[in-house]
């Protein structure tokens, strides 16, 4: 297949995920009901915003006060906001330094702000690592590129920033449009439906 670049997504792929968490957390917060706060996630507007880094910390915070008739605590929002995050083991990030012998390995996820100190502060905690950055030759976030998975464009600047060709990379994620996004593009790729699935890497390469 001649693999020279693998690229990971990080939320049940690395990190453990349960994204139902942080809408429960906000439904107790709020009295909103779950479905109703579950959706938003899905519609354009402020959270998809911050995703894409047009929206401040501070003013994500103040949003979801507005949307939701509320005065909760920076603290309180920022908690309920990072609940789905679960644990880093350790064998997931040192299965990417030991691929980084054979292969350039990249990581593309749509996050945010908040949830790279919380998740960065849980890679410190179980490899004694600041960041991601000690497991990957580059990371790309969409907070900071300002476009988010699935769209197109996302894919190409990371083609172009690290100049790949798209039928040598290999792309790992656990949601299935984003998948389709890069396939279009000609890159390959490998649905993760349980993350440990990663280390079956060797049958895909």
Known sequence: MNIKTIIFDLGGVIIDLDFKRTPE??????????????????????LQ???????????LRSGINDLFGTQLSDNQIDEAWCAML??????????????????????????NAIHVRAFNQTIKKVSGEDSLDAF???????????????DLEI?????????????????????QHNL????????????????DLIFNLAAHV
């Open 86 to 111: 679960g644990h880093v083991p350790k064998a997931r990030l040192d299965f990417m330094n030991e691929l980084r012998n054979k292969y350039q390995v990249l990581v593309l996820s749509n996050t």
């Open 155 to 175: 894919y190409e600047e990371l083609l172009n920033q690290s100049n790949l060709k798209a039928e040598e990379c290999l792309f790992l994620d656990d949601t």
């Open 180 to 195: 389709d996004g890069a396939a279009q593009l000609g890159i390959r790729t490998m649905h993760i439906t349980h993350p």
């Open 25 to 46: 957390a906000f439904s107790q917060l709020t009295g909103w009901k779950f479905d109703d706060i579950f959706e938003m996630y899905f519609k354009p507007g402020l």
């Open 136 to 150: 990957a030759d580059k990371v790309y976030f969409s907070h900071e590129m300002k476009m988010r998975k699935p």
């Open 49 to 59: 915003n911050y995703e894409k880094g047009l929206v401040t910390d501070q003013e």
